[in-house]
């Protein structure tokens, strides 16, 4: 009994002091020295029925006479016009997607989705 009761009082001693010591976690300092650096970038959003041709052939993936094809097509409802009048393919669209956004005429969005109804496809 005296021999369980010595081991019991070990185990409870030797939990006691891991609980209060708890080995250090691993540093995941190693892994993040490994990967690269995120690079920040500032992106000016541009209006795809106001920009110039100009603006438009600054975007990746747009060049000169797309972008003067893409003035050409304007009014745009919606910022995928161009991809899906055939003027820019899916991997230039992706490129640009998160820089260009369309504007509309009017505040009101029956106004709007009225003047959608009325272009040309």
Do not use: H
């Amino acid at each position: 009994m005296k021999v369980a009761s010595l081991f019991f009082a070990t185990a409870l001693l030797a939990t006691w002091a891991y609980a209060a010591n708890p080995p250090a976690p691993k540093s995941d300092a190693a892994d993040t020295a490994k990967q690269p650096a995120l690079k920040t970038i500032k992106v000016t959003p541009v209006d795809l029925n106001k920009a110039s041709a100009e603006k438009l052939a600054k975007l990746p993936g747009i060049d000169q006479a797309t972008a003067e094809k893409i003035v050409a097509n304007r009014p745009y409802c919606s910022k995928t016009g161009p991809l899906a009048q055939g003027l820019i393919d899916r991997k230039a669209y992706d490129k640009i997607s998160i820089q260009i956004f369309v504007s509309f005429p009017y505040k009101e969005a029956n106004k709007n989705a009225a003047w959608c109804s009325a272009k040309k496809p």
